[in-house]
């Protein structure tokens, strides 16, 4: 599979989570000012500014508005097209990452986002808006939930089925990290509370809610509401779909179904990161993690897990070049040079590179390459570095059934026509 396609359903599923979980948050929040007889500008602060700080965009907010409003919070997180983590902003990113893959996802997912896409930015959406939120909510939810049930029924379980599973419980995991953390500042820096007053259990009820594990919750602890069972439920218990502990086990299932490596072993640094976290959510207590700080805890966990995302990115996505001061990798390279002198014919190597992406693709060329070229084309900068000349590569020679013929117009003022053995290499552990 080519890594932009590995990228594309990656982000297509992190980001249609995203949106879920920004529309879970600000729903329950909104429905919960009704439990409270009256809030001053101080307490409407308190409770709207923890919201924003989970999401990383405090400075960004403190920019554009002066109070953390009801009103301000909800554009900010919904709208602001400038905000990437905006709900809007996520299901454009999600549609545009489908688009780029358009032939690995099935029609249905691809209409059914399409008109998620084309609701959030329609005038409808406001009035849906202005008129009840929470319909307005409702739809988001229904319309994820949706996507996730025809990503799972309709499309092949093979190896890119695995990377947007890989997203999806990444993301999920982080979101309900955060939104755990949106309570702390109501518990000790160590240990558990003693009391728990009436306004500080509505909180922790409205952590439930926005996960949608209220009914699961009862069914384990009964109407209780209480910090240290919260905290349990969404952090360890195994069979919730939205706690750490589960999206952590699901995350580790999908690195492994992608490279092929058994349990207890790795071949990456993702699947090492993610094996560990495993290992300590299965074997932690809620009163070790609350002795420690469970704000500090969760502070930690989203780190890991953002180890664990630019981990998969290194191992599957990107492919550095050799840096300048490896003089192991650049002797060789030298040698190989001095081996064949350059001659019309020879065959080069181009390495491409994404802009936003840095990924690698190997292209070999019917041309002499003895300087380094770099080409811009859209997207893509492509950056020559000779290797070998003289036709000694020969797994890109014709015929070869790991490549195809690989040919664009904008090569022709740097290459003239193109040549038999003009090729590019699909396979990522080849390249």
């Not at 009801?70 to 997180?77: D, P, R, S």
Request: charged fraction near 20%; hydrophobic fraction near 40%; aromatic fraction near 10%.
């Amino acid at each position: 599979m080519l890594s932009r396609v590995a990228n594309s359903l990656y982000w297509m599923s992190r980001y249609i989570e995203r949106a879920e979980n920004i529309a879970r948050i600000l729903d329950v929040n909104l429905q919960l000012l009704l439990d409270y007889r009256s809030l001053n500008g101080a307490q409407m602060r308190e409770h709207w500014l923890p919201i924003i700080q989970t999401t990383g965009d405090h400075d960004a907010f403190v920019t554009r508005y002066q109070n953390a409003s009801a009103e301000a919070v909800a554009e900010f997180m919904v709208f602001a097209p400038d905000n990437p983590n905006s709900l809007v902003s996520s299901v454009c990113q999600a549609r545009e990452n489908a688009r780029m893959v358009r032939d690995q996802i099935a029609v249905e997912t691809w209409v059914e986002l399409n008109r998620l896409y084309l609701f959030v930015q329609s005038p409808q959406a406001r009035q849906m808006w202005h008129d009840s939120p929470t319909d307005f909510f409702n739809e988001i939810k229904a319309s994820s939930l949706l996507l996730i049930g025809l990503n799972y029924a309709t499309h092949i379980h093979n190896e890119g089925w695995w990377f947007s599973q890989a997203g999806k419980f990444i993301e999920r995991a982080d979101k309900t990290s955060r939104i755990l953390d949106i309570r702390h500042h109501s518990l000790p820096a160590r240990g558990l509370p003693q009391t728990v007053s009436q306004t500080d259990a509505l909180g922790w009820t409205a952590i439930v809610r926005s996960c949608s594990a209220w009914d699961a919750y009862k069914s384990i602890y009964g109407g209780e509401v209480h910090p240290r069972h919260v905290a349990e439920f969404l952090l360890l218990n195994e069979d919730f779909p939205r706690s750490v502990r589960f999206c952590v086990d699901g995350l580790n299932d999908a690195l492994r179904h992608i490279s092929g490596v058994s349990e207890g072993r790795f071949s990456n640094d993702g699947e090492k990161l993610a094996g560990r976290l495993m290992a300590e959510l299965q074997f932690s207590t809620i009163e070790e993690i609350f002795e420690n700080g469970l704000h500090d805890y969760l502070d930690r966990t989203q780190l890991k897990l953002n180890a664990i995302g630019e981990a998969l990115f290194n191992a599957y996505i990107f492919h550095a070049f050799p840096p300048e001061g490896d003089g192991e990798v650049r002797v060789q390279q030298e040698e190989q040079q001095q081996q064949a002198a350059p001659r019309p014919g020879g065959v080069g190597e181009f390495f491409g590179v994404h802009r936003k992406l840095p990924r690698s693709a190997a292209v070999s060329v019917a041309a002499p390459l003895t300087t380094p070229i770099t080409v811009e084309f859209g997207a893509l900068i492509w950056r020559s570095r000779l290797l070998r000349v003289g036709g000694t590569m020969s797994c890109h020679r014709a015929g070869h059934p790991r490549s195809v013929l690989f040919w664009q117009p904008w090569m022709r003022p740097f290459f003239g026509s193109p040549g038999p053995a003009c090729f590019v290499n699909h396979r990522r552990d080849e390249i």
